[in-house]
């Protein structure tokens, strides 16, 4: 079972986004659907689906967050036709950031932003292919430029089973910013893989709760450790959801969560989401006996 899942925001094309992502990659599928109703944000549709094995989670509920390249999913790809067959699908109706091409790290790789807003770079690897598909990249942008490393290491001790693995630095003249200082880091957080950079250049985009991580807790000693590790600003607070002194968000949730509410009969489900809509911090205790309607 994955402890961090990325989690994408959509107005109303959750499902549309997922079924077109499930379409690219073997192991895939949407696993749950689930309905939500009489949201901040009206009524609300929550997906749960797989990308090559690997647990995602989407929403449509309404206009609020948009998308954009301050975080993006890296491919890996064993062979140049993997590669253009992702690109053709992802760049239509879409937004190219780097040209399909070979580059000096790759014989093959594009970044693209998709018709959703999602970015993606999909990469040749030569050798022995690696055991996660879907790597989220992290690019610190503007007032966090020049944090990606020290970031990383603050990721790396706050999660169990973590290492900092390789990092590069821009070279004298390599970056149009001054503050930026790394142009790769590779790292893990509970044994899955992440990488992270300073971008190079001027960007009026940054982190948002757009593209969030959500961390599958065992009970509320884990909430609870999680929540003082990693929430720095107050005002974002709200049903699970927080931002660190980075601005990355995440949800630091219960792992019985998603079960309750795939399985649970739309009365459950009713009062799960009036109970967690009124939380901060998610109190466990509290979402059970909703469940239990006690």
Same mark, same amino acid.
């Given at each position: 079972?994955?402890?961090?899942?990325?989690?994408?925001?959509? /107005?109303?094309?959750?499902?549309?986004?997922?079924?077109?992502?499930?379409?690219?990659?073997?192991?895939?599928?949407?696993?749950?659907?689930?309905?939500?109703? /009489?949201?901040?944000?009206?009524?609300?549709?929550?997906?749960?689906?797989?990308?090559?094995?690997?647990?995602?989670?989407?929403?449509?509920?309404?206009?609020?967050?948009?998308?954009?390249?301050?975080?993006?999913?890296?491919?890996?790809?064993?062979?140049?036709?993997?590669?253009?067959?992702?690109?053709?699908?992802?760049?239509?109706?879409?937004?190219?950031?780097?040209?399909?091409?070979?580059?000096?790290?790759?014989?093959?790789?594009?970044?693209? @932003? /998709?018709?959703?807003?999602?970015?993606?770079?999909?990469?040749?690897?030569?050798?022995?292919?690696?055991?996660?598909?879907?790597?989220?990249?992290?690019?610190?942008?503007?007032?966090?430029?020049?944090?990606?490393?020290?970031? &990383?290491?603050?990721?790396?001790?706050?999660?169990?089973?973590?290492?900092?693995?390789?990092?590069?630095?821009?070279?004298?003249?390599?970056?149009?910013?001054?503050?930026?200082?790394?142009?790769?880091?590779?790292?893990?957080?509970?044994?899955?893989?992440?990488?992270?950079?300073?971008?190079?250049?001027?960007?009026?985009?940054?982190?948002?709760?757009?593209?969030?991580?959500?961390?599958?807790?065992?009970?509320?000693?884990?909430? /609870?450790?999680?929540?003082?590790?990693?929430?720095?600003?107050?005002?974002?607070? @709200?049903?699970?959801?927080?931002?660190?002194?980075?601005?990355?968000?995440?949800?630091? &949730?219960?792992?019985?969560?998603?079960?309750?509410?795939?399985?649970?009969?739309?009365? @459950?489900?009713?009062?799960?989401?009036?109970?967690?809509?009124?939380?901060?911090?998610?109190?466990?205790?509290?979402?059970?006996?909703?469940?239990?309607?006690?």
């Amino acid at each position: 079972m994955s402890k961090i899942i990325p989690h994408l925001w959509f /107005d109303t094309q959750a499902k549309e986004a997922a079924r077109l992502y499930t379409g690219l990659f073997p192991r895939s599928g949407i696993t749950s659907d689930t309905a939500l109703a /009489d949201t901040p944000s009206g009524d609300a549709e929550s997906i749960g689906f797989e990308l090559a094995g690997q647990p995602f989670h989407a929403i449509s509920a309404g206009p609020y967050f948009s998308l954009n390249p301050s975080i993006s999913l890296m491919v890996v790809c064993t062979a140049e036709e993997e590669v253009d067959a992702l690109w053709k699908v992802l760049a239509e109706g879409g937004h190219v950031l780097m040209p399909l091409g070979e580059y000096p790290f790759s014989r093959r790789y594009g970044w693209v @932003q /998709d018709r959703y807003g999602l970015s993606w770079q999909p990469m040749l690897v030569d050798g022995e292919p690696l055991q996660q598909t879907i790597t989220p990249n992290l690019l610190f942008s503007g007032a966090v430029c020049g944090q990606a490393e020290d970031a &990383v290491r603050f990721y790396a001790e706050v999660f169990p089973d973590s290492t900092v693995g390789f990092i590069s630095r821009y070279g004298e003249g390599e970056a149009d910013v001054e503050q930026a200082k790394i142009n790769f880091a590779s790292f893990t957080l509970c044994g899955q893989s992440f990488t992270a950079m300073d971008n190079g250049y001027e960007a009026d985009f940054g982190f948002n709760e757009a593209l969030s991580f959500m961390v599958q807790c065992k009970d509320q000693a884990e909430i /609870d450790y999680y929540w003082d590790k990693l929430s720095a600003v107050p005002e974002a607070e @709200q049903c699970g959801w927080l931002k660190d002194q980075y601005g990355v968000s995440w949800q630091i &949730v219960p792992e019985q969560l998603d079960r309750m509410m795939a399985e649970g009969s739309p009365e @459950q489900v009713k009062r799960i989401t009036a109970a967690f809509l009124g939380m901060k911090k998610f109190d466990l205790g509290a979402l059970e006996t909703a469940w239990l309607g006690e």
